[in-house]
């Protein structure tokens, strides 16, 4: 008996380090997928900037290049991008790269009687294709949804991503079979295919602006289509959290702001609320802008600490960008749980810290710009902790404030920025408006030089057990 208890203790054990291992392996890959597709979205930026660069107007060729880089990006055997017409009813097909399947796969019939994909108008709301861009939401059509059409053409998974940019539909893209052995698609092909989806919009339009305009108004447009961007990645609301009051708000000082600002809910008692400064001007500060933005919130999927976040971060931006691109960020982790906050910075700004009865402290942890050094020579970044208490408030702000200048060349600077906020009661966006008020006074008629963001949390109806 003892010995068959031995024998059945040892398959307990043997399947569970069974279980263990397959449980490590699965996330190894994970994170080698995950890895891939980080320096795929890079590689696709980078090299899609250069043929916006290369165009010169000629949308046709552009389209085929960008359609090929996606392929390459989501590893697909054939990708067909559609644009709407003016009208906004029907779409036609832009471009297709490899074999894609003919009309017939898609909407039934006799493949004689159904014109070419290149030819064939797709009425949105009707067919495959249209009622996919009717809903706008992305499709994994998997091997047991394909149609009996689509079988027989040769699909065996297909992925379809709606081009939505300011929610007007502006076109579908469909991938046709993975160049892996099974030729199936997974759902991490799906998200990676949806964030490179608005870039095909983007570059159309800048294509079809470009061929109109002189060199000047080029720039303008560059410009303005890269403000757009940033709008539609800013937050519209300001985050409900525990006891906290919050208010954020951006002042650029041309068409386009290298600052930005972030929330991110960790989970159901932490939020990471991030402001951060990027530097450059115009598309290229756009595009390390939303670099940066997307690896931020993709390794915040897997958050363990705050110092490893920035370390990650940092690697990610060292490896994908030069060194002339980097960003300031200051991060503030708040956790409702323990009513307490994490703070963070890189290169940027202090926080400052206001007590109940107006005093003004800095906060200063330790760290250099991310992107800027290599974590191989030794980077570091410190942290620093606190519970939050009743009437604490918290400034977090870009150099645009502080540097602002007047006519006389006189900085507004920090101490008269701590002096002032102190004079400040109210809510944060009471206390967050008079300071830009006040900059704005002091500065007068003066040009501002350089992006202003500003956020404010402030504590209330704390209650400790």
Known sequence: MEVFIYVLLGIIICILVVIHVLKIR?????????????????NFLNRFAHSVAMAGGNIDSTMVSLGRFIVSTIHA?????????????????VTSIGPFPSMSAFEGGEKE????????????????????????KPALVGEYELSESQVEAGIKSLMVVPIVLFNEMQGVICAVNSQGVSGRFEQDDLEL?????????????MIETYSQMADQQRMQQELEFARQIQQTLTPEEMPNFAHLDIFAHNIPAKEVSGDFYDFIKIDEHRTLFVLADASGKG????LIMIMTR??????????????????ELNQYLVQDTDMARFVTMVFCLADSSNNTMEMARAGHTEVLLKNEDGEVFEIVPEGPAIGLIPNDMGVSF??????????????????????????????????????????HQGSS?????????????????YPQSDDQTIMIMSVSELHRD
């Open 283 to 286: 598309l290229p500060a756009c």
């Open 77 to 93: 055997e054939s990708l067909c991008i559609f644009f709407t017409d003016e009208e906004g009813n029907t779409m036609e097909a």
């Open 294 to 311: 997307s690896v931020l919130r993709a390794i915040c999927s897997r958050f363990t600490d705050m110092e490893s976040l920035l370390l």
């Open 193 to 205: 295919f949806a964030s490179l989806a608005v870039v095909a919009t983007l570059s159309k339009n």
């Open 26 to 42: 699965e996330l190894q890959e994970a994170n080698r997928r995950y890895c891939e597709d980080r320096k795929a979205v890079a």
């Open 429 to 445: 966006k009471d206390q967050a408006m008079g300071l830009l008020n006040d900059i704005q006074r002091f500065t007068g008629d």
């Open 113 to 136: 009687d159904v014109a070419s994909i290149r030819e064939r108008k797709v009425v949105i709301g009707d067919g495959f294709f249209g009622k996919i861009s009717k809903n706008m």
């Open 382 to 423: 410190d942290t620093f902790s606190m519970a939050i208490q009743d009437g604490f408030c918290f400034l977090f702000y870009t150099d645009g404030l502080t540097e602002a200048e007047n006519e006389d060349g006189a900085e507004y600077s920090l101490p008269r920025l701590k002096e002032t906020w102190c004079h």
